[in-house]
């Protein structure tokens, strides 16, 4: 069909215009989308087209001359990585997309914060197939944050784990009676601490590699076959993961040192996992089973007035439990617990539990230890609940223990891979200290034991945070350390920040 060329050039304008609209109404989608959306060619880089929100959810402007793995190789783990490699090559190999095969639902990504430290956030990255710029088989990748959705999800898994362990310890509490749990307990206490010593032995040689994991086996099973008679669902499934870590190493044809190395993060769930039954365990039993020896050096001494409140009783008992444990003399001494409001009862118990089983645990040293720096024998412990003047309250917590090591927390937030060994160094002395609030750090490691460190602090921050609330801290080494928590009018509304903390 014959077609005149002011017809040609007509339709040839009207074309221009509707892929110029488009291109128009493109660009306005990118620049205004919520989700993050960036085009990739068939060999896998970035084309120049993305939306805006990319630079906030990347924290770059350049996207140009990166392939996507380039893009996310710094923020990701090797793993994650591959996972990435993986479903790009099987994206390829299909020419087809199942929506409900996506390895990449849910990815961790790390941040760099300026003080070194690394900051969580979590994407999930979709792949479709698009006939974008007629480019041969691109993809369009859109990525959306979830970091909120994961971050109360687990919240919420945390909280009906702990509830589920805490009926577990009442129950079993009750059918075997204090006696025989607490029996428990020590058995467990004295296998936990077998554990790390076995660990700590020098070893170079097959012959010693092996002897040292069938002695941590040993240990291991007798406190499986204890905590599956007493059925403790949250310290089974720790105990089982240590145990599988070490029956994979045991099926390896070599082993050495740095084969061991993993095993810290096993350990250290299980001892979280024990900590918390213990701290439970004083939570629906505050009566102390007299049946068992205590040495002359274990008490706690603490005002008896019939005025005390339940939260005070219920901190010195566990103060009590913690001193009896670890045999050293404590002096507790709680203000103001009688004027905390009902909104905040459970927020102050849960942070004082932390804060006291640190002390005794950490922070506070040995009758003798402390005898021999010039001090007096027993530790100090100092709680008060006041009144601020904006009509806000302060939570104040004070031990006279060893302090905090900035050299240790260093090492220790290195070994945890939580910073860099080259931040870390840059860090002053004060902001070392706050790697304690971050999540992962503990000073439970058994190399790091009666040392200046703090574990569960990551706890103590969410408490804190749940509350919009801000935690300031102070320590000088050999000789306390000091936390300040301020919290809003109890008619404040509580807004939680999905990301960061307010640590001051």
Known sequence: MFIGRKTY???????QALLSNHASVAQSILQHAVHGFLFLDAAGNILPQFSASLITLFRRHDFQNLTFEQLLAPLVTPKTLNQVRGHMANLRAAQAIDA????LKNIEIRFANPNGSLQSAYYELVVHASN?????????????????????????????????????????????????????LTRTDSAMKSIGQILKKPARSEAAFRSKLQETLDEVDRIRR?????????????AQNFEDALHELRSRITLSGNDFLPLAVKLDELFTQFALVRTLTQA?????????????????HAPR??????????????????????QKTIVLQCVGLTDVPQQYQSTIKNIAIQMIRNSVQHGVESPETRRH????????????????????????????????D????????????????????ELSDRQALKLIFQKGFSGSDKKSAGKANRSGMSLVRRYVHQANGRIALASRLRQETRFRITLPPVGAILLKDPVESRVA
């Open 9 to 15: 050039e007509a339709e040839k304008r009207a074309q």
């Open 100 to 103: 409900d095969i996506n390895p």
């Open 132 to 184: 974008f710029a007629a480019q041969p088989t691109p993809w369009l990748v859109q990525i959306t944050n979830i970091t909120i959705q994961v971050q109360t999800t687990r919240e919420l898994d945390d909280l009906r784990s702990q509830s589920q362990t805490q009926g577990e310890v009442l129950h079993r509490l009750l059918k075997i009676g204090r006696t025989r749990f607490a029996a428990f």
């Open 226 to 238: 204890d905590e599956t008679a007493l059925k403790i669902t949250a310290l089974h499934a720790a």
């Open 284 to 300: 629906v039993s505050e009566d102390v089973d007299q049946s068992q020896s205590v040495p002359p050096t274990s008490a706690v």
């Open 305 to 326: 007035a019939s005025s005390m409140s339940g939260l005070e009783k219920t901190l010195i008992g566990l103060a009590e439990h913690m001193a009896r444990e670890h």
């Open 373 to 404: 720096a010039g001090k007096p024998e027993p530790g100090s412990l100092r709680i008060e609940f006041k009144a601020s003047a904006d009509g806000g309250f302060d939570f104040l917590y004070h031990d006279d223990g060893n302090g905090l």
């Open 406 to 425: 900035p050299v240790q927390i260093r090492q220790t937030a290195v070994l945890k891979e939580l910073i860099s060994a080259d931040a870390a160094a």
